[in-house]
């Protein structure tokens, strides 16, 4: 798999849209959901994450959710940053057991009024990561945040045999999904790094 950057075109898979019964499709688009409401596709705020104790009241993210406009975005590994050294230093993450991640995700299709064009985009979904073993190294206060949104964050594995579920299920089914894994499901590590990112993370 390639690296991704936010606001770069990146690969999802969702429930297919003209398929009476349920099967998946693959699908490519923004990484960086672009809301119902939006005038243009390139927004002026990030949207490339969305913090799912929010989805519900959003306006970027409420209606994908209520509306059951999830997504799984596949990454062979993500990168995020940490600080313990007082420097920005990049790590990766694999699954440990050598399988690709399938990270929990919302997605939309916007069309542009002016032109026609369709754009799919997609979010992807973190949740508090506190108190998890490995993840609260990760990040930085930022100073543009209120203090109500400093805490650690993590994406949101879900597991193979819990896709479809994610997929073509309930709110209340998917919302059931949105749990941390275990430290031990990852590899980690700065020497796992092998290319200069930029701020923001990325999949690949």
């Known amino acids: 798999m390639r690296e991704v950057f936010p606001r770069a075109p990146g690969p999802f898979i969702r429930r297919a849209r003209d398929d009476a019964g349920y099967c998946r499709e693959g699908v490519v688009g923004q990484w960086g959901l672009i809301p119902w409401f939006a005038k243009e596709p390139k927004l002026k705020y990030p949207t490339n994450n969305a913090r799912s104790e929010e989805l519900a009241d959003k306006a970027s993210y409420k209606h994908p959710w209520v509306r059951g406009q999830r997504c ?54 973190t949740l508090n990561a506190d108190h998890h073993p490995l993840m609260k190294c990760m990040h930085k206060s930022d100073p543009k945040l209120t203090a109500d ?54 999949q690949s």
């Open 149 to 202: 949104q400093q805490d650690k964050r993590s994406v949101i594995p879900i597991e193979l045999g819990d896709v479809d579920l994610w997929l073509a299920g309930t709110v209340d089914q998917a919302q059931r999904l949105l749990r941390l894994a275990p430290a031990d499901a990852f590899e980690a590590g700065r020497g796992l790094l092998v290319f200069s990112a930029i701020s923001d993370g990325t």
């Open 72 to 125: 799984i975005i596949p990454a062979a590994s993500f990168d995020d940053p940490n600080w313990e050294t007082g420097k920005n230093v990049w790590w990766r993450f694999k699954r440990a057991d050598g399988a690709p991640w399938g990270l929990a995700g919302l997605r939309n299709t916007w069309t542009d009024k002016t032109t026609g064009e369709v754009h799919e985009s997609y979010t992807m979904l």
